[in-house]
């Protein structure tokens, strides 16, 4: 890797506030050129034979001085920086030599070779700024690496550098050693207290970096749980907060619902606990892993509990937190795509639809003490779609249930194996031959189980190709 190369453009950030601008074009180009002189606090002036629609809009709103003339060479004095966006390339050289021959910063629009200066694409989180350029080579490369940084920044970011600045006096009063005072900021800013700035609690989020400083200055540290819903296997499913949790977390607890590529996206440095549970094959009990959370937590750790789908509908996700109050651990939940709307989505399969189903109920085939034990004539009404987690083992039953209770013997049912995954496989048939089809097809969890007249539709519908 080259750490020599030699940089197209050196990257500065400029003080604009009530310096003179000018920008010679009013066209719609221009205007977004304005626009964004005009959020850093420039003075604008406008120099144009034509005045487009927008930029006379903008006139009022961020008093706009505009000339509606040819540009002259006069209009560069007392000028800090030009921008030149009209159509006319002639006219466009004798812009930025002219400006070249003050030593003003000039850009010309779409002509990176009549520049010393160019916009780049900007991530707005003032006062934290993001600017990125391709060098002119590719505008379009920048703003879709712009879109990628937007995602993973929360637009609230500002607030927590506002937060910090705040607090830095305090901070480096109690916390005199530069590296403890740098591990310190870097768990205030990536922990609770960042959190419930992002959710606009910035009182609480005062009082509790108050209170952190006050720990830091005792030795006393408390972690956190991030009580995350990895969604149903492919890893572009995650919400961007469920990935910035898991990026800043000391620690990672995990399932076998869990990915090796969605695991591949938490911090490289975090500690790996499997704590997966098979049928009747538990490699920690659950009162265990409730436990494991909240010593963690009570140790300072910033743990992120990854279950897949989402941790509230089957995935005991509230058993989990009822054990972190009771400890008096802070915890968050970040809900995730479930499994059901993972799944069909992945297979072709609505779950609701006007000519099939006018509702959809979510059952688990495997209770606590292992029967399947559910209400079936409620399960075998018809209009509706039923999906069934944890079933397979159960499903012979499951579909001699459903046939006793009402349902015809042709009525619909799929599998969904390993779905919304490159190993996705879809199994449709009925109730009356699905069982047989499973055990000649070597079916193994994890499964869905989708019952319903909107599984027909499944061959019409599916788009996924794996």
Partial sequence: ????????????????????????????????????????????????????????????????????????????????????????????????????????????????ELCNFIFPAIVDRSPVIAAI?????????????????????????????DLADQFRPMVKQY???????????????????????????????????????????????????YLIGAGPGDPDLLTFKALRLMQQADVIVYDRLVSAEILDLARRDSEKIYVGKQRDNHSLPQDSINELLANLALKGKRVARLKGGDPFIFGRGGEEIETLVQHGVSFQVVPGVTAATGCASYAGIPLTHRDHAQSCTFVTGHLKDGSINLNWPQLAAPNQTVVIYMGLVGLSEICQQL????????????????????????ITGTLSDMPQKVAADDIKPPTLIIVGTVVSLQKQLQWFQT
Wanted: hydrophobic share 45%; charged share 20%.
């Fill in 1 to 112: 890797m080259q750490t020599n190369a030699q940089m197209d453009y050196f990257p500065l950030f400029l003080d604009l506030k009530q310096q003179a601008c000018l920008v010679v074009g009013a066209g719609e180009i221009a205007a977004r050129k304005i626009e964004l002189l005009a959020r850093a606090g420039a003075q604008i002036t406008v120099v144009s034979l034509e005045i487009g629609d927008t930029v006379a809009k903008l006139q009022k709103r961020h008093s706009l001085v505009i000339n509606q003339r040819a540009f002259e060479q006069s209009d560069l004095d007392g000028i800090q920086l030009v921008v030149s966006a009209t159509n006319n390339r002639q006219a466009n050289i004798a812009i930025a030599e002219a400006a070249k021959q003050k030593n003003l910063l000039v850009n010309v629009v779409d002509n990176p």
């Fill in 175 to 225: 916390i005199a050693e530069g590296a403890p005072r740098r591990i310190f900021w870097e768990n205030v800013l990536q922990g609770s207290i960042a959190e419930l700035v992002f959710a606009g609690k910035t009182q609480q989020a005062e009082q509790q970096l108050r209170d952190k400083i006050l720990q830091a200055e005792q030795g006393k540290n408390q972690g956190e749980v």
């Fill in 403 to 426: 046939i006793a209770h009402g349902c015809p013997e042709d009525h619909p049912i799929a599998i969904v194996q390993q779905g919304t995954t490159q190993h996705q496989r879809v």
């Fill in 133 to 161: 350029s391709s060098g002119g080579a590719s505008p379009v490369l920048a703003r879709l690496l712009r879109g990628k940084i937007e995602s993973t920044i929360p637009a609230s970011f500002g607030k927590l550098a």
